[in-house]
């Protein structure tokens, strides 16, 4: 009986041994995978662009909602938009999101947007 118990327990220790180094390696390239991303979403994809905003009313509520947005989108790094300007100037990570996409987001707020000539 005492063998049984004593072969069932080195049974249970090897299925323990062989699931954590089956499961370590695998974290091991998970994140390794993530610090390539990282690396390659480097500084060279970070972008900036101005973009004239028409139809704003208010700073408060309209320019201020428009970065209120943004800065909760994936990809964007800051967001300075401007009523009495009608600009917004953005920073963002090119390689996660396009200035079509940015441009999208404050069109569907209800404004008009599109980069600015200088």
Do not use: W
Request: with cysteine; proline share 1%; hydrophobic share 40%.
């Amino acid at each position: 009986m005492k063998m049984a118990k004593l072969l069932k327990t080195l049974g249970l220790l090897f299925v323990v041994f062989v699931s954590v180094n089956l499961v370590s390696p695998v974290i091991s390239l998970s994140q390794t995978a993530k610090k390539t991303e990282t690396k390659k979403a480097g500084k060279s994809s970070i972008k900036s662009v101005e973009l004239a905003v028409s139809g704003m009313t208010c700073q408060k509520g309209c320019a201020d909602g428009i970065d209120k947005k943004l800065r909760k989108t994936a990809g964007i790094r800051e967001s300075k938009t401007v009523q009495k300007t009608g600009t917004s100037k953005i920073i963002f990570d090119a390689s996660v999101i396009s200035v079509k996409e940015i441009i999208k987001i404050i069109e569907d707020r209800g404004y008009k947007a599109k980069i600015a000539t200088s």
